[in-house]
Every structure is written in structure tokens, then in C-alpha cells.
């Protein structure tokens, strides 16, 4: 079976840290895409930070400068690194991937099962 596993959220005062990590499990052939998504209550799920490849990351306008997303390859793992956390940063994060599995080869987008972060004094 193939799967994302998240763990790290939790509770954390306004400027504190979080960093989140997820594991892609499973018969992979080759992960071409891992990010971090996030959906506040009442809100859309919105793209937090995004990296197709080690030279190439994206991040929405409200966390550049706090977040960090990095990936190692070879443990087929993806982390995001929050900094500065605001109570606007207070929702579900969810770890999303691309991915190309075998038996037989096909391309597959997964979707971690969501950790809560909650920035709060």
C-alpha cells in the first residue's frame, strides 16, 4: 500500500517553531512532486510550499521568509520547517505527493491524513 505518514503538529505560542515531517511508504518508483498543504477552518485548502525537485520550491506569499520546505530523496521523505508561526498559520496541514508507483508502472497523487497546527498564546 502505497502512503504519506505526517507527524510533528501540535500547539505552539505566536513566534514559536514547528517542523513537520511525512514519509512516502510503499511501491514507489519515483516521487516527481512533494509539498505541504493547509486548510483553515472555514477556508479552502491552500498550497503552503511546493518542491518538484531539490532546485525548484514555491511558497505562497504569506509564509515566504518563515517556512522552509525540503525534501530527502533517499528517504523518500519531505519536511516543512515553520518559523515565526502566526494564529493565521492555525490550521490542518497535509502532505501531498506525485508520484510514479509500480506493478504496474503509473503516475498516483497521494495525500497524507493531515496534522493540526495551532498557534496560540
Known amino acids: 500500500q502505497v502512503q504519506l505518514v505526517e507527524s510533528g503538529g501540535g500547539l505552539v505560542q505566536p513566534g514559536g517553531s514547528l517542523r513537520l515531517s511525512c514519509v512516502a511508504s510503499g511501491s514507489i518508483f519515483r516521487i516527481n512532486v512533494m509539498g505541504w498543504y493547509r486548510q483553515a477552518p472555514g477556508k479552502e485548502r491552500e498550497a503552503v510550499a511546493v518542491m518538484p525537485n531539490s532546485a525548484n520550491t514555491q511558497y505562497v506569499d504569506s509564509v515566504k521568509g518563515r517556512f522552509t520546505i525540503s525534501r530527502d530523496n533517499a528517504k523518500n521523505t519531505v519536511y516543512l520547517q515553520m518559523n515565526l508561526l502566526k494564529p493565521e498559520d492555525t490550521a490542518v496541514y497535509y502532505c501531498?505527493?506525485?508520484?510514479?508507483?509500480?506493478?504496474?508502472?503509473?503516475?498516483?497523487?497521494?495525500w497524507g491524513q493531515g496534522t493540526l497546527v495551532t498557534v496560540s498564546s
Open positions: 501531498y505527493a506525485h508520484v510514479v508507483v509500480t506493478g504496474p508502472y503509473r503516475p498516483l497523487e497521494l
